[in-house]
């Protein structure tokens, strides 16, 4: 035995391996070299990998099953809407022109007829971009497409691909070519929403993909590369040479002959403009709302891109929280307010206190607007925004009771650097309490009290509240004012202050229930998800000034004659006017002005259009019917007595005494005024009586105090972040 293994080793080393490895060679570079051998080997090699892997393939059950739109519930169980277009009809492949299919194919997956559902060529080619450029490129065939699109997601990672290149075997080694062509040309993305070559080429050029021309088939055929960026209305010259690029390879491949391909090339896009959807209703925004909720659920399988893809596509039933009378009810009183010609858009809001379902998005009148206001407008928040000031005050123990002089214009040292601020129409003089102040919206009192607490601690206080960081970020001075960089949405309000009405717990809003498959089976249910944002006792102290605000201050006019609560606010010029007001049941924000710029609304129906107007009116009219047969609650309150507070206008406690101190020594000790004391008032306050004051605790279950802020402290702000505040202060005030 072992001398027949001699012999064989011997014999293997007598082999001319110099020659053998020099014909290796020669025949890769010949196949290399060679297009049509290259891309025989290819396609060899190709099918022996997904061969081999195919035993390992998981199931694909519900390939046949055809994209389909999905339909979004409202919480009586009526059909509100739907994700995908309703009406869509599967094209079948001989139905269509062949440039239509030869245009997919030259942009997509040129050899599609050649390879076994892998293309090492195009793989190897996009290695090699990457190599050399540092991009990562394409090179995924239909097939493997078509598993990212209804099995593995997007995500970018070698386990993901693996799980693609398996399931692209299962599905090469069950269906034809065709088949496959013809589920990916009903199933791609085309962009504007629309999934699929009938849809895509009704809402692009107005026809059915039957009627398709060359230049139409090769520009939509460009697009699926890229949907979001190559939009021919926004970027028509990228698509135009998109487009030519695919009429290039058309020709290439003997798809177009060169006088077809040059006349492509040189007709025009005839795209023709967005039309409105003739389905679109006051649902819409809601309806929009959900479809971008349901691509965030991480319980979906697969990255966020195709989790839009798929619910588009899915045949989802999407139970939502909408309520659509309260929704009819807020249409019927913005028309009512403001719905005549050339009248500002009103956006509307309303969530669940301690739940979040969110009952009313509303983003206006005109329903063919893409962009919605009510949950993805951020505008500035002028007043609305200083409750979250005074509850800063809380937090740093100042009494709203403290008087400070409310006289105007006035001049404050924050962030290390003087700031003038002019009261909202003249408002304020004198005296005044920080109670008295949120009441009737006096500016200069909380701009002495945002020097007080320092911007951080603000910040801080409407992160918990569920204000976005990026939105309240760097934390500066003129935010007592609402000057925010990137300002707030109504339903950002609306969800805040419902926080308010919850006796400080935050609940984040959502619009979604639970998700049914085609099959009925639950693939999501919603957990209430609630955050102890306050100590309850500082909520019933704001919410008791709040009250006020409707009662005998600037919300009057949103007064239900129920027990509730709001805040009114209006920026410079009259361009943004908010309303936020709750009952323990419900949180609804209004807000009026001009979703694409800063319109001036100095005259409205011949006035000037605040918050405690028609954002007021709206909000009243909205919500008296939507709470009908909803009985009153009390609104919880507190005092400040039940917080260990101190005053800013009153003098400090005496010292101790000590037998060393003289008379006159204590004497000036009590009177003098304590480091952080705002300047000298004309009239001095009484002490209040701090007989009944107490530390207010809640158990560690219900509410512990956040750390304090570490992002932007009083007299660290940088030379730009203070020329901003300057900037704002005089560009922003409140009302």
């Known amino acids: 035995m072992g001398d027949r293994f001699s012999l064989l080793w011997l014999r293997i080393k007598e082999l001319p391996w110099a020659r053998i490895a020099l014909g290796t060679l020669l025949g890769l570079a010949v196949v290399v070299a060679v297009p049509p051998l290259r891309r025989a080997a290819a396609a060899g090699t190709s099918r022996v990998v997904l061969t081999v892997l195919s035993p390992f393939a998981p199931s694909i059950s519900g390939f046949d099953e055809l994209p389909q739109a999905s339909k979004v ?137 039957q009627q398709l021309n060359p230049a139409q088939a090769a520009t939509l055929a460009g697009m699926i590369h890229a949907p979001a960026y190559l939009d021919p209305y926004k970027r028509p010259e990228q698509v135009l040479t998109r487009r030519n690029g695919v009429v290039d390879n058309m020709a290439r491949h003997g798809w177009l002959d060169s006088a077809t391909a040059a006349t492509t090339e040189a007709a025009p896009l005839t795209a023709i403009p967005p039309q409105p959807d003739p389905n679109a209703g006051p649902a819409t925004w809601f309806v929009q709302y959900a ?103 809380l937090e740093a123990g100042i009494d709203p009771r403290s008087l400070l002089d409310s006289g105007s214009p006035k001049t404050v040292h924050c962030g290390g650097e003087a700031w003038t601020v002019h009261n909202y129409e003249g408002e304020g003089g004198g005296p005044m309490s920080i109670d008295d102040a949120i009441v009737h919206s006096v500016n200069t009192v909380f701009q002495q009290l945002m020097a007080q607490v320092g911007p951080g601690a603000v910040q801080h206080t409407a992160e918990r509240l569920g204000i976005a960081a990026d939105e309240v970020t760097p934390a500066r001075c003129a935010m007592a004012l609402g000057g925010l960089p990137q300002g707030v949405s109504p339903l950002e309000q609306a969800a805040a202050f419902a926080a308010f009405a919850a006796k400080g717990t935050y609940a984040q809003p959502y619009a979604i229930v639970r998700i049914k498959d085609r099959h009925g089976r639950i693939v999501y249910e919603h957990q209430t998800k609630t955050t102890p944002a306050l100590p309850a006792a500082e909520a019933g102290v704001l919410n008791a000034a709040l009250q006020r605000v409707v009662a005998d201050g600037t919300g009057t006019a949103a007064n239900l004659g129920r027990p509730m609560a709001g805040k009114t606010g209006t920026t410079e010029n009259h361009a943004d006017a908010w309303f936020i007001g709750y009952v323990p049941q419900l949180s609804t924000a209004v807000w009026v002005g001009n979703p694409d710029s800063l319109v001036p609304m ?134």
């Open 73 to 209: 519930v409202a919480a009586d169980g009526s059909v509100v809407g739907r994700l995908g277009n309703e009406d869509r009809q599967p094209v079948r492949l001989h139905d269509l022109p062949p440039h239509v299919a030869h245009a997919v194919l030259a942009a997509e997956d040129a050899n599609f007829y050649d390879h076994g559902g892998v293309d090492l060529t195009a793989v190897g080619r996009a290695v090699w971009n990457d190599i050399r450029h540092g991009k990562v490129q394409g090179g995924s065939t239909i097939t493997q497409q078509l598993a990212k699109l209804n099995y593995t997601g997007s995500n970018r990672t070698v386990f993901r691909k693996l799980r693609e290149l398996l399931y692209a075997a299962k599905l090469e080694q069950r269906y034809s070519k065709e088949q496959l062509l013809e589920r990916y040309l009903n199933q791609v993305y085309f962009g504007d929403g629309n999934y699929g070559v009938a849809a895509a080429s009704a809402h692009f050029f107005g026809v059915a993909p």
């Open 291 to 393: 479809g971008r909720e349901a691509a965030g659920l991480e319980t979906l399988s697969g990255s966020e891109v195709s989790r839009s893809k798929v619910i588009y596509t899915g045949g989802y039933t999407i139970e939502t929280t909408l309520d659509p009378k309260a929704l009819d009810e807020a249409v019927t009183a913005v028309r009512q307010t403001l719905g005549q010609p050339g009248d500002p858009t009103t956006g509307v809001a309303s969530v669940v206190p301690d739940d979040g379902a969110i009952r009313v998005l509303f983003g206006g009148l005109d329903t063919h607007r893409q962009f919605d206001v009510s949950s993805q407008g951020r505008r500035q928040p002028g007043s609305s925004f200083k409750p979250y000031v005074y509850l800063a005050a």
């Open 602 to 735: 100095t005259d409205v129906h011949g006035i000037a259009v605040a918050g405690g107007t028609f954002p007021a009116q709206v909000f009243a009219r909205y919500m008296r019917p939507a709470l009908a047969g909803v009985d009153p609650q009390p609104l919880f309150t507190a005092s400040p007595d039940e917080l260990s507070l101190h005053r800013l206008d009153a003098p400090p406690p005496p010292p101790p005494t000590s037998s060393t101190s003289s008379s006159s020594s204590t004497s000036s000790s009590t009177t003098a005024p304590p480091a952080n004391a705002p300047p000298p008032l004309d009239q001095a306050a009484t002490p209040p009586d701090r007989s009944h004051d107490q530390v207010y605790s809640q158990p560690a279950t219900q509410y512990q105090r956040p750390p304090p802020p570490t992002t932007t402290a009083p007299g660290a702000t940088t030379t730009t972040q203070l020329k901003k505040q300057q900037a704002a202060s005089q560009t922003t005030l409140a009302g």
